[in-house]
Structure formats: C-alpha cells, structure tokens
C-alpha cells in the first residue's frame, strides 16, 4: 500500500462547545483515515480542555482571539506562524470565510471547502459534509468523550458527597442558554422537578451552569419542592460532562451542556425557542427536541421583539408536555 502523503493534519474549530463537541466523530474519523499523520487541533483558549485528554490529537492550537483578530498585524503574524508548521491538510471545521482564508494560507495542498447546508441535518452530519469537501469520506460514526483520572476522581467524590452515589436515578437540568430568547421559565423547570420527583421518588436533581449561571440554579432550588444539587459554578467543562455521563435523563435549553449529554448517549430532551432543532437538536436516536414552530420561529434573535407575547415561541412549550418527554425518553 502507498503511503499516505499527508503527514500533518491542521483541524480548525474554535467555537463554541456544542459544536465543537460535535466534531469529536470526525476526529475519531480522521485519526483512522490518517493513522500515522500528526493532527493539530486549533480552538479557541476556552475549550482548550476539552481536547486535552484526546488519544487522536497530538497537538492543541490554542486561539486566542484577542490577540489574533483585534490587531490586524498579530492575526497575519499568526497566520505566518501556520504555514510555517507545513501542513499538508488544512479542514476548517468552523466553516466561516475567515478561516477558510486562514486555511488557503496555510499552503496545506489538501483542504476542505465551506460548504451551505442545503437540507436540515444535525450537526454531526454537517462537519461530515465539510470533510467530503476534502475528499474524504466518513460513512460512519463513532461517538467518544475524553476524560482525564482527575475528571472521574472529582465526579466520585462530588457524587459521595451530595450522598447519591450509586443509590438514585440522577437527572440532569440545564436551565442555561445564553440568550434570554432560549431560556425557557425557570419556574416550569421548578414545576417540571416536582413532577417528576413525584414519579420517581428515588430521582435526584442535578442543576448545572456556568459561574455566571449559577443564580438561575439557585432559584430553581428555592422554587422547587424537593431539594435540589448544585453542580453550577463548581465544575470546569470536562467535569460537568463527566457528571453529566452519570445521568440518567439531561433536561437542557438549546445550549452547549445539551450536545454534551447527547453526545454521550444520555437520554435528553431539549427545549428550543428561536433556534431550529433540525439543524441544532440533540444528535443520536432517541433524543427529543420539544419545539414550537410559531410564525415568527425561528428567528435566530437574543432578544423577542414581540411586545405582546414576549417569548412566546419558548414560553409555549409546557411543563406537561417536558414531562412526557423526559418519561419517554427515560423508557
């Protein structure tokens, strides 16, 4: 067999988590396609650690993106610095002009294509169709999340001390979102915790987020009748993701966490406003995205111009209905 020509590998992602998450198929992919190649892996400084326990990578990039795109004169210096690496493939898996200049650049022979999607498809068939656009020919996909001994160490040790290892059924909420159009109301998860505590009373509740979140967590716990753990703020990505891994069922916004769980296997239900679930849902069989398609929806906007039904779209999904969603899932 001929050898292969392409010995380093530059794989662009920089953001955000639930897209990046959904590229760890084509890194699993391109690792078995190029067993012998030298992959660099180039993200934004925030998730840099997501990538840090990958068996498939040799290098991290970190992106800064302060320092690479504020001064025109460090983003070419950068730019400079990778066609240096002579890289022989170049797959710009953010998909955006900016780094598919960023990829020609680099004078990598083979590279992928941007690429409009023309169907709805998930996430991880939409990176798929970038690879494809560099010859290459993914079929099938392969689902890891990387983990470090610490990670599991911590979910342990956070798990003995809220008193439910090994003892209860763990269900996730997520009630993070980043724009206020795709928070759905904290009082319907509050409402959707005594639900389902009430059916399952060997469940326990874990509300997860970000520092910045974790209020929203708070306020869940004070409104909801049975008590509650609090995982927001007291977690890096890696280990939410790993005490997500010990769920049972994951109950999220359209949000990063979201596509951690689906990505792991774990049963999830999402809950979508001005996003569209067929190109943003959870991937893997199984999983339900609930979804009200009104006539403004989707708009893809932060912020609900409707002055009479502010937030209708995400408003209008009902804790009845989340609660079925999460039994059949759960089956």
Known sequence: MAESPIKKILIIKTSALGDIV??????????????????????????VELLEPCPHIDEIIP???????????????????????????????????????????????FRS????????????????????????????????????PDDHLFAQHFLMDAEVLGHH????????????????????????VDKLAAALPEARFIVFGSPEEAPRALEIASLCRPPVIIAAGKTTIRQAARLIRECSAFVSNDSGLMHVAAIQDIPTVAIFGPTNPAYHGPCREGNIALYKGVDCSPCYKPECTLDMEHNFCINSITVDEAFKAVRQVMR
């Open 113 to 148: 294509e941007m690429i409009e999607l023309d169907r709805p498809m998930d996430g991880v068939e939409g990176v798929f169709e970038i690879l494809r656009t560099a010859g290459l020919d993914p079929q099938r996909r392969i689902y890891e999340f990387w983990f470090s």
């Open 22 to 47: 959904r590229t760890f198929p084509a890194i699993v992919f391109v690792r078995k396609k190029f067993p012998n190649a030298h992959i660099a892996f180039m993200v934004a400084e925030p998730f």
């Open 63 to 109: 992106y800064k993106k302060r320092r690479n795109l504020e001064d025109v004169t460090g983003f070419l210096r950068f730019a400079m610095s990778l066609r240096r690496r002579g890289f022989d493939m170049a797959l710009n898996l953010q998909n955006t002009r900016r780094f598919d200049w960023l990829a020609r650049v680099t004078g990598a022979p």
């Open 169 to 192: 059924t763990l269900i996730g909420i997520n009630p993070a979102g980043g724009w206020d159009t795709k928070q759905w109301p904290l009082d319907n998860y509050a409402r959707l």
